[in-house]
């Protein structure tokens, strides 16, 4: 089977710009989560989302959207880009059991969004 | 709210020795924590888990993790390290009242010298 996909996979915008990324879990994963890392740091999560709702957000801006299709594939949408968002952005899928505090996060490559 | 500290940004060993990489971290609930490896330029991967149950957790490659719920930690352990294991690795901290939101350290760099 193949694992999480991301597109694009690297990206440059310029400030003020929106970017939208996007991603397609492994067949079968109900759940998709998006972190933002920043060189240096670990992930920090932005959204998760579970059977096409929001089941968790982290404390981004509400430039920061999100949503999940039927399919379960899933974009990331940013507004009104800052330079402060240049950063690997990771997709994560789960089997999504239902109980997601338990679920293994199976991570795709991320795209890497540089804002000038 | 929950927090995960990992205290050492860099962990040196010789090929063939044992390595740690160190983990604590803070929960309001029940913890369920989560060891990651990063290769430059790649997502992360998941190495081992604990969920509950043996509070020595075996992973893959030959990782091993032990939890420890009085001294709230989580450090991940190999007996002989080979220089393939160099990469940078995540632990990731869960907490049954935060709707499994993950909370990830920012990361331990591990070089197997030869």
């Known amino acids: 089977d193949a694992g999480v996909t991301q597109s694009p996979t690297h990206l440059i915008k310029t400030r003020g710009q929106h970017v939208t990324l996007r991603c397609s879990p492994i067949s079968g994963h109900k759940s998709v989560s998006w972190y933002q890392q920043v060189l240096g740091q670990g992930p920090q999560f932005i959204f998760q989302y579970y059977e096409k709702e929001e089941r968790g957000r982290g404390n981004f801006p509400d430039r920061f959207s999100a949503r999940q299709f039927p399919n379960y594939s899933s974009e990331l949408n940013v507004n009104a880009l800052l330079l402060g968002d240049s950063a690997l952005y990771l997709c994560a899928s789960s089997p999504g059991t239902g109980v997601l505090v338990t679920d293994t996060q199976y991570f795709g490559p991320g795209t890497r969004l540089t804002v000038l | 709210a929950q927090s995960v500290a990992q205290p050492e940004d860099q962990v040196n060993v010789a090929e063939g020795n044992p390595l740690t990489v160190k983990c604590t971290y803070s929960?309001?609930?029940?913890?369920?924590l989560f060891w990651y490896v990063q290769y430059p330029n790649r997502g992360l991967q998941v190495l081992l888990k604990?969920?509950?149950?043996?509070?020595l957790v075996k992973g893959s490659y030959g990782f091993e993790a032990e939890f420890n719920k009085s001294q709230t930690s989580f450090h991940l352990k190999k007996p002989s390290a080979l220089v393939s294991d160099s990469a940078l690795y995540f632990c990731d901290v869960r907490d049954d009242t935060n709707a499994g939101k993950s909370t990830f350290g920012d990361g331990t760099t591990l070089t197997v010298k030869p």
């Open positions: 929960v309001s609930g029940n913890p369920y």
């Open positions: 604990y969920i509950t149950g043996d509070n």
